[in-house]
């Protein structure tokens, strides 16, 4: 039962959809009242009863975890497309000038006070996450992910953001919280596909399976070959291919 369980938990991070803030709120709600059920089982409560609702509370606590990242990628797309709509706003005000109209406020010095504050937010960006990268050089892997995570809530369309979770991922991996890496190094696949990242994230995911035991073998196996299939031409594709047959 245990197994059944926790190969449907980590089945999960495969399935995409959408899901709401009231579905996120609910499995909270699912979770809290497990747990107070638990609670209330007293030693007269069957062993069998118990062992089974400390599965299913481990259960939704890591599809409660699943659902937060969710949310998180909507946040992230949300921020995405308000980058756009800004850059196609700015590019029409750009337009504009060309053509001889005159914006209200224009007429400084093009990129001298604008072209100042971008920059001093690109390296006031690049300082924060060289400074949370730094716990994870350090071996802080606690306060690792907690600066990552600040970072990635402050900066989402950073071009560091891609290599921000990746880090973030193996500090849970470091941590020897595996389910709770399996999820991350997923979701770095998930939101940046393309991302230099994603191979060594879907690999280092197998990694985190098989470190869970036999049992997980067939779901490590199904990493490795996602990145023989999806990135055959990274250096991971060689060492998956090794596991593979280890397997």
Request: charged share 30%; glycine share 8%; proline share 3%.
């Amino acid at each position: 039962m245990n197994r059944g369980y926790a190969a449907l938990v980590l089945a999960l991070p495969l399935v995409t959809g959408c899901v709401t803030v009231a579905d996120f709120r609910k499995v909270q709600r699912d979770v809290i009242d497990l747990k107070r059920n638990a609670a209330k089982g007293g030693s007269g409560e069957p062993r069998e009863r118990i062992a089974d609702l400390a599965v299913r509370i481990d259960a939704l606590e890591q599809e409660n975890e699943l659902l937060n990242g969710r949310l998180e990628v909507a946040e992230h797309r949300a921020s995405e497309a308000l980058r756009e709509a800004r850059a196609a706003r700015q590019e029409g005000a750009t337009g504009a000038v060309d053509s001889g109209a005159v914006a209200p406020g224009e007429g400084a010095e093009p990129g001298s006070e604008g072209a100042g504050d971008e920059n001093a937010m690109l390296s006031e960006e690049l300082a924060s996450y060289k400074a949370a990268r730094s716990l994870w050089s350090s071996s802080d892997w606690e306060a690792c992910v907690d600066r990552l995570g600040e970072f990635l809530q402050t900066y989402p369309s950073s071009v560091y953001a891609d290599d921000a979770a990746y880090w973030r991922a193996d500090c849970y991996f470091q941590q020897g919280d595996y389910k709770k890496a399996i999820l991350r190094f997923d979701d770095v696949v998930a939101r940046y596909p393309n991302g230099n990242k994603a191979a060594d994230a879907l690999y280092r995911e197998g990694e985190a399976l098989l470190r869970l035991g036999p049992a997980y073998n067939t779901a490590a196996r199904k990493a490795f070959e996602r990145v023989l299939s999806e990135y055959p031409d990274s250096d991971r594709a060689v060492e998956a291919k090794q596991q593979i047959e280890l397997l």
